[in-house]
């Protein structure tokens, strides 16, 4: 009974790639364009090794990024202008030899890929380039900043309590004119 | 309505047994829904619920056992600080159960972690590994002989169609020739544009993922393909962009045969979990010691548990009886024990409070009787006290001896009369106490009283030149058997009594030779005046011869007569005096203000110009006495003449003092009168108050004897007695005071 107590508390560790120890946000692009930003950013410090033994044993590997787009305000609830999340979906083939990758967001077409390297399929799973919508009401310039993360999975405490495991949130500013 | 309530060890066999009951129910659900494999996961809401629900058990039990146990623990430390009883033996009884059952456990699970460590390295060895990485890989191999057939069936078709020439027959044999299961054109949107394909190829192995799959990744100058894991069958699909107008997509799908496919499957699956497992051997080694240490620290906790259950069953009826004895030791026989204990403890209680119920309506009757024997003899104390303070009130002196002749009792009477200060009970001797001749006599008195029981005799104590009469009673003690057990003596003084008889005697002899003397007086006196008038008739008429012989005549007739003549004066003075004093009149005792006395009377000699003077001493508060104020006042009067003539024997100068004062001990009053003159010798007190006893040359001695009558008559007392300083005093005790009328009166002198 103990055991089975120790697994539920340890089924999120199983598979974790991201926490405090490893995977980091590293720095993050942001392009103005006349009706977009692009945001590119990148995972660092990930264990390319422990990703490549979790799928050739079957395991799925999904990271969320999560994107907010905010603004400084005095109010705390008054801050977020938009957020966003883009999964990032792989998986391996073993007997073709084919990692398998799928992006899903809201508002844009799935996309699915096959990687018949691992190396392509790290990269595509551990970077990001996405564009965002401006604002049709620009704030002041130097105020507006995104945050950036990535949440490997969530699993739930007890199977009750959420809980993730996830990188710290990163932040930049955007200096759109 | 009562309710009847099971016994104890009923409610634990019942616990227990529901406890058991639930225990199996609760395996048989965990068995029936997760099975028993060793790692579970939850896979439905139903299992999530279970193992929650194992969880919080699990959990509550532990924190339960622990809570059960710090706080034994903790509870037993802080008795062993305060040194309370029995907690030494509670405590080592304790440890001792605990390592009885701590140490096997300790020992299982040290070998169950070498057991699982080994078995764990056993299970991914490197045999093991290498089967299935072969096996894998020749899986592998198959797959990509079957994909590399497919490409190079679409490189023949691209060779032999390069521009899209084909029409659906050169398609369909090339198909039978090249043994492809299908070949499809799609366009650029994923939509099929035509199709050859074998009967038994599904319909659905080209969905719309699969189409926007092959649409994301096509390539000009490159074959791709995926393994389509379809549920009939795996297929591998290769596409290529199809060269020709517009953006086409070639796609050719071998299917690969089942039981291949299940093969490989099989193998694939069983390769990534032993690779899954692998990767979490440390969690899945970490999770069997975890089982190993959780069971352990619950049998452990159980065990602990059921030692202290044990030692509980000890220590418990223990204590309460050690409690109990102490109890009883400090003589608390209340309380029976109180504590459910079994077996030959529970014996072993009930004994005890029977014990203590006996000793308890032991102490209750010996109290009791404690009680009552407190009583007598708080009773016989007041008796003896009673008796002690009646003994007190007689004038008569009382002592009791034992056999040894030791006093054991006496009253206070005893000392004034034996004059001795110093009597101690149980320790003085009767010959202590009296003469030594005296204490003879007193033996012979006590020796009389063994024949008759009570002896009575008179017995004279000589003090100094005093004597003192007693009649001496002697009553012998005896038991209820008969046995001498001592002797009561009682010294009554009859010293007054017989002063009081001698002064009746006195006072009847007075009358009697008042009587007689008085009656010749006057005969003898006429007689003597004829003889007189008739020598003085013959003288005068011549009748007798002028001769010296007459003329001696006449003057011895003359010297004779006046000596009769002056005899018989002093005898009826004498008969005088000798009368009043027989006739003292029966005192009228009326309320009598004695100060006022006292100022009428020296009132009386002030002025005369003697050189005695003589001062009052008057109390300012002086109630009332009952007396004569005539014969108190002849009292007074007398008491201060002789003051007075006493000083005047001296040549200094008088001083009489009159003094009255009040004592409320009694209560009494009193006066004296005192003189700074010669005293009184020792050897006159005695018979002072005696008739016919002066020590003036002209005094009949019948003064002190008045006032003596007189005052016997009142109840009163007088006493004289010589002052340090010269003189004497002599002190009157009037003991009918008039109570509750007190008048103030100013002192005077």
Known sequence: MIALLMIVLNLGNLFGLLGSESGQVGEIAVECRPDAIVVVCAVGDLDEGRLRQLLESGEIVEFTYQIEHQVQRRMWFDVNLGEYQIQKILSYNPLARQYLARRLAVDEATEERIFPDFHEAFYWLTSLQVRLPRLPDPEPAGREYLRVRVVQQKSRFLLLIPREMSTPWQKVAVKCP | ?749
């Open chain 2, 1 to 749: 309505m009562s309710q009847k309530k099971l016994p104890r060890r009923y409610t634990t066999l019942l616990v227990i047994s529901v406890m058991i009951i639930l225990a199996l129910i609760l395996l048989f659900i965990i068995h029936y829904h997760l099975g028993s494999s060793g790692l579970v996961t939850p896979e439905f809401n139903l299992q999530a619920i279970i193992l929650i629900f194992l969880t919080l058990i699990d959990i509550l039990v532990i924190l339960t056992l622990i809570f059960v146990l710090s706080r034994y623990l903790v509870k037993t430390f802080f008795e062993k600080r305060t040194r309370r009883i029995f907690t030494g033996i509670k405590t080592k009884l304790t440890l001792a159960l605990m390592a009885l059952a701590i140490l096997p456990i300790a020992v299982f699970m040290f070998l169950s972690y070498e057991v699982i460590n080994e078995s764990v390295n056993q299970w991914f060895s490197a045999p093991a590994e290498e089967i299935l990485r072969q096996a894998e890989n020749l899986a592998q191999e198959y797959y990509e002989l079957v994909i590399e057939q497919t490409r190079r069936d679409m490189r023949q078709f691209l060779a032999d169609f390069p521009a899209g020439q084909a029409d659906a027959a050169a398609v369909r044999r090339f198909r039978d020739r090249s043994g492809s299961d299908a070949l499809m054109l799609l366009d650029d949107a994923g939509r099929l544009i035509w199709s050859e394909k074998a009967t038994a190829l599904p319909d659905d192995i080209l969905q719309l993922d699969n189409t926007r799959l092959i649409q994301q990744n096509v390539k000009a100058d490159e074959i791709s393909f995926y393994v389509e894991n379809h549920p009939e069958a795996d297929h591998v699909v290769c596409f290529v962009r199809y060269p020709g107008p517009g953006d086409r997509i070639l796609v050719c799908i071998r299917r690969i045969q089942g039981s291949v496919a299940y093969r490989a499957f099989v193998i694939t699956e069983a390769y990534q979990e032993y690779f899954q497992l692998k990767n979490q051997v440390e969690l899945i080694r970490l999770n069997y010691f975890i089982v190993v240490g959780a069971t352990g620290i619950i049998l452990m906790f159980a065990f602990v548990w059921f030692s202290l259950y044990i030692s509980k069953q000890i220590i418990v009826p223990v204590q309460a009886l050690l409690d109990g004895s102490q109890r009883v030791a400090a003589g608390d026989f209340s309380m029976p024990i109180r504590c459910d204990a079994r077996d030959e403890f529970d014996v072993l209680i009930g004994s005890f409070n029977q014990m203590m119920q006996e000793l308890q309506n032991n102490k209750s009757i010996i109290e009791e009787a404690s009680r009552r024997l407190k009583q007598v003899n708080a009773e016989l104390e007041n008796r003896n006290a009673f008796i002690h303070s009646v003994l007190n009130t007689v004038a008569a002196g009382v002592v009791s001896l034992n056999e040894d002749l030791v006093i054991t009792v006496y009253n206070d009477a005893v000392r004034h009369l034996l004059k001795q200060r110093h009597i101690q009970i149980n320790q003085t001797q009767l010959k202590d106490v009296v003469p030594r001749e005296k204490y003879f006599e007193l033996l012979r008195l006590l020796k009389e009283t063994e024949f008759y029981q009570r002896v009575s005799r008179e017995v004279i104590f000589r003090s100094g030149k005093r004597e003192m009469h007693f009649v001496v009673t002697a009553t012998l003690l005896q038991d209820y058997d008969g046995r001498r057990t001592g002797y009561v003596i009682v010294f009554d003084d009859v010293s007054d009594l017989i002063k009081t008889e001698k002064a009746a005697a006195w006072q009847e002899v007075a009358r009697r030779l008042a009587h007689e003397i008085k009656n010749p007086l006057t005969p003898i006196q006429l007689s003597m005046e004829r003889i007189r008038k008739q020598f003085k008739k013959m003288k005068d008429e011549d009748r007798l011869p002028n001769s010296s012989e007459v003329q001696q005549f006449e003057q011895l007739l003359a010297e004779s007569l006046e000596t009769t003549r002056a005899e018989t004066r002093t005898l009826k003075y004498l008969v005088e005096e000798f009368s009043r004093f027989a006739r003292l009149p029966v005192p009228t005792l009326r309320p009598t203000d004695l100060n006022t006395l006292v100022e009428d009377v020296v009132r009386g000699y002030a002025g005369e110009g003697n050189r005695t003077l003589v001062r009052m001493d008057l109390a300012g508060f002086l109630p009332e006495i009952y007396a004569d104020a005539e014969l108190i006042r002849r009292v007074i009067v007398n008491l201060v003449d002789n003051a007075i003539e006493a000083v005047q024997e001296k040549d200094t100068e008088g001083l009489v003092r009159v003094t009255t004062w009040y004592e409320e001990n009694g209560p009494r009053i009193l006066l004296a009168v005192e003189d700074n003159g010669r005293g009184i010798p020792e050897e006159m007190r005695e018979h002072l108050f005696l008739p016919y006893f002066s020590t003036k040359e002209t005094g009949m001695g019948l003064g002190l004897t008045f006032v003596k009558k007189i005052l016997d008559d009142h109840d009163a007392l007088i006493r004289a007695e010589n002052l340090n300083r010269g003189g004497c005093r002599f002190t009157v005790e009037f003991r009918k005071v008039r109570s509750g009328e007190h008048e103030i009166r100013p002192s005077g002198t």
